[in-house]
């Protein structure tokens, strides 16, 4: 299993980004999946959540309204498409997929929001 994360960067206060996660090593299509991220200093949290079919999401309150959790089953990828980013979202955004009891995380992709 491998889960390749990008799209993170530098953006200001109010600004939007796109984060990418592709799939590998598994049926990509069969599994929900899921964006957690880590603060420095604080413990991951979980941030979104899309079913398999993408036809169910989850959102954590803090993102609620601002994020959008898509995936296309054809490219083996999940997205988080973030707008009116604030400071407080600045972390390491991680891609998640559990597997049964086995769960499985990408590297991370940093995203800091600052002027």
């Known amino acids: 299993v491998q889960l390749v994360e990008s799209g993170g960067g530098l953006v200001q206060p109010g600004g939007s980004l796109r984060l990418s996660c592709v799939a590998s090593g598994f049926t990509f299509s069969s599994y929900g999946m899921r964006w957690f991220r880590q603060a420095p200093g604080k413990e991951r949290e979980f941030v979104a959540a899309?079913?398999?079919?993408?036809?169910?999401?989850a959102y954590a309150d803090s993102v609620k309204g601002r994020s959008t959790i898509s995936r296309d089953n054809a490219r083996n990828t999940m997205y988080l498409q973030m707008n009116s980013l604030k400071p407080e979202d600045t972390a390491v955004y991680y891609c998640?997929?559990?597997?049964?009891?086995?769960?499985?995380w990408g590297q991370g992709t940093q995203v800091t929001v600052s002027s």
């Open positions: 899309i079913s398999w079919s993408g036809g169910s999401t």
């Open positions: 998640n997929a559990q597997l049964g009891t086995s769960d499985h």
